[in-house]
């Protein structure tokens, strides 16, 4: 029973009218649903019901949705998460993106648990959540402002330094399909485009600021619990090297196992890795840390640029993932230029990762002459040309000459280009994150069937395959990424961050207690995991109901056909029929049948 | 001996789990917004993650407003007193640091107390932003900090039985001599 944890509020807000309203949630819809994403899913497919799976994700009727979780906010380590949801506009299939910070937190201070945005303003507007109220105001003369930008003239605006702001920037507007929405000054809910959909929705910021007390029904266990999480955390040996390094101690390590996307995935390790490592970011770069809510391990830093062409550059990150898409992966190795070029997609509003990705192909698809020099608008672009590669992020944002079709994404490039469905690299329209494939199988199927395409986000296996798993059987790799599936979506549920369990090894049980000490709902974490399995069973009948099915869950033509050339996967690829063999295993597993079609039943479960 | 609750905000990553254990201990509710101490964000110039908290003056400016005597400096703590404050909320305007804390569920000024003694925000912040120190080593770390970033400090490397060392000197402005 919930006896805690929840305000038991759902605010719906509808920008054609303009009008906001609170309504009620449920225990039964609560108890099954949890938050975060499960909310998000299930809120998604009625309304996807409701238009008969007719759906443009750039569309008034695209519902996006975004929920922190019953233990946002909470005293346990990194509790700042919050997830947006929505029909992607990069695939067209339901999409979601988690993001950390503080806005999640700030969203329960005002009292709701889920917010749900639909409509479309009739001029650039701005939502503002005070504590109780809700209105939505018009801010026209935000038009073309950079995310950053537009969050400090809000703040000054509303005379707030308290509030946590997520704004989209020109790439938004524009509806690019990969923008993202940025908050807290350069935290991002970057990948399957929900940039587009506020942009959509002429909604460029939304402001929140609330002062409750989250409930929590036992605050005693609670803080018990979480010092000795804490504790486990700082007396872990990696715990200093991840509070310096953070995510950038990844560069070091995926070279060496031969993971780093470099040179567009024709490689999978990068010569001069050095240049912009970790050691190089803390020896030259990083002036400071930055954490999430209640984050004793502050995986980010703080970056500045104190000469040459980018001095003055300052930028939260780069973190692993923006590091190797917008360096190795475009050939650059210089890391003020990364900086720069990871500030740019900031204040643009952009994935670096969907961007750092398409760029490479883009410059891989010219290399091979599929484009040509007019079709780059007579400007010659080059592996490592920082000014060519700046620029070209800036004509996808403004939708510029060759920029206005890489805007739409890897689908819209292979039409007008179908040789290049072999240089890029995507799953269902979604850009294949920074971590190669081709040395792991189980890494593969993970990538082939995320319910959002081609993120590292619901199974990340490559680092147990690297370490444990070249001996692996064929269900032991299907059984890994089941359990990835359902564990990791189960923190996006939660509402709080994956990192301490994955990189700390913080056991998965204190996420038991956290939960039953928040909400006084006894479950075990067998029953969670059962829940967050569901939610993976109602976004694959989302995906379905949109037209995916076996066919789609297939992997980019580099992974089966052209090996990393040097390095110690050089020459790996995966084998086609291995990867079905997989595939099917992993349906039968799931009990979906042999086209990945969950059985005719499953359905029900998600009436109310 | 008396000890001060020092800020250093070079190290704060702006994780608010100071705000956090400052609400649970003191009102026993999850609440940062029930803190006596937060953090300011600025960015980006200059980006800094800072903690406010009451400096337990020696001269407050928050007693000197108040009209009922009631917060008081005694033994390196300015304390409040519960019986006596009407909550007009002078002390809150005068403070020059922004201190001290309102909040529209609680009765009265929220104001560090310093636990009695063993601050939890210093114990529970994780990267030792906050520190309790006796009162004569005030500014220490500051002007360590300032000595190293001093402008005209020079490097040189040398070896000494084969190792590679450094050492920093202070270059005297010859123009001036």
Known sequence: ?608 | MSKKLTVIPEQCSGCRICELVCAIKHFGVNNPKKAAIRIINTYPHPVMRMPIVCSQCKVPACAKVCPTDALRWVEGIVILDKENCISCYQCVEACPFGAIYAHEDCDLPIKCDMCGGEPECVAKCPLGALRLIPEHALGEPKRLNNVLSYTQMREIEFYEKGEKKAIRYAEIGKEEL
């Open chain 1, 1 to 608: 029973m919930i006896k805690g944890g929840y305000f038991k509020k759902h605010l719906y807000v509808d920008l054609t009218k303009g009008s906001t309203e609170r309504r009620d949630l449920s225990d039964a819809f609560i108890e099954k649903y949890i938050g975060g994403r499960g909310f998000g899913a299930k809120l998604v497919w009625d309304n996807l019901k409701r238009h008969n799976f007719k759906m443009n994700p750039l569309g008034q009727e695209n519902l996006m949705v975004i929920a922190p979780g019953p233990l946002s906010g909470a005293y346990l380590p990194s509790s700042g998460k919050n997830s947006f949801i929505a029909v992607s506009p990069a695939t067209g299939l339901y999409g979601d993106s988690s993001i950390g910070g503080g806005f999640g937190v700030e969203l329960r201070q005002a009292g709701i648990d889920v917010l749900s945005i639909t409509g479309k303003a009739p001029e650039l507007s701005v939502l503002f959540i005070d504590n109780s109220e809700a209105t939505v105001m018009p801010m026209p003369e935000l038009k073309g402002k950079s995310s950053l930008e537009a969050e400090g003239i809000i703040r000054e605006r509303l005379d707030t330094q308290t509030a946590h702001v997520a704004t989209i920037g020109p790439a938004g507007e524009n509806m690019v399909r990969f923008a993202c929405v940025n908050t807290d000054w350069g935290r991002n809910a970057g990948r399957t485009g929900f940039g587009a959909i506020m942009g959509s929705k002429n909604l460029k910021a939304i402001v929140v600021r609330g002062h409750r007390d989250l409930p929590v029904y036992d605050i005693n266990g609670l803080a018990a619990e979480a010092d000795k999480a804490y504790r486990y955390l700082k007396e872990h040996k990696y715990f200093k090297m991840w509070q310096q390094q953070g995510l950038m101690n990844v560069i070091e390590y995926a070279n060496e196992k031969g993971i780093l996307p470099s040179y567009n995935f024709k490689d999978s390790v990068f010569t001069r890795h050095e240049q912009i490592n970790g050691a190089t970011m803390l020896a030259d770069y990083k002036i400071g840390d930055s954490a999430c809510f209640s984050c004793s391990m502050c995986c980010s830093n703080i970056c500045l640029v104190k000469n040459g062409k980018y001095a003055g550059t300052v930028v939260e990150g780069p973190e692993y993932e923006s590091c190797a898409m917008l360096g190795s992966n475009v050939g650059i190795d210089n890391f003020a230029a990364v900086l720069a070029a990871n500030h740019l997609c900031d204040e643009l509003g952009m994935d670096t990762i969907s961007t750092g990705n398409l760029v490479g192909a883009i410059i891989e698809g010219y290399e091979k002459g599929i484009l040509s020099l007019s079709d780059l608008d007579g400007r010659d672009i080059t592996w490592g040309d920082d000014d060519g590669i700046l620029e070209l992020i800036r004509m996808i944002a403004n939708r510029r000459g060759l920029g206005d079709i890489i805007a739409d994404g890897p689908r819209r490039i292979i039409k007008q280009w179908p040789e290049m469905d072999k240089v890029i690299l995507q799953v269902k329209g979604l850009e294949q994150s920074a971590y190669d494939s081709r040395a792991g199988s189980s890494m593969a199927l993970a990538y082939a069937t995320s319910d959002i395409g081609a993120h590292h986000t619901r199974a990340w296996t490559i680092a147990r395959e690297m370490e444990e798993g070249q001996s692996w059987s064929d269900e032991e790799k299907v059984d890994t990424v089941i359990y990835h599936q359902k564990l990791r979506p189960l923190f996006d549920m939660l509402g709080v961050c994956r990192l301490p369990w994955i990189e700390l090894g913080l056991n998965e049980r204190h996420y038991e207690y956290f939960y039953k000490c928040v909400t006084g709902n006894e479950v075990s974490l067998e029953q969670l995991l059962a829940l967050s399995n569901d939610i993976y069973d109602l976004t694959r009948l989302i995906n379905v109901r949109l037209g995916v099915s076996r066919k789609d869950d297939s992997l980019p033509y580099k992974v089966f056909a052209s090996p990393p050339l040097t390095g110690p996967n050089a020459g790996k690829v995966v084998d086609k029929e291995h990867f079905q063999r997989l595939l099917s295993m992993y349906y039968q597993k799931r009990g979906w049948d042999e086209d990945g079609i969950p059985p005719a039943g499953v359905e029900s479960k998600f009436k109310d």
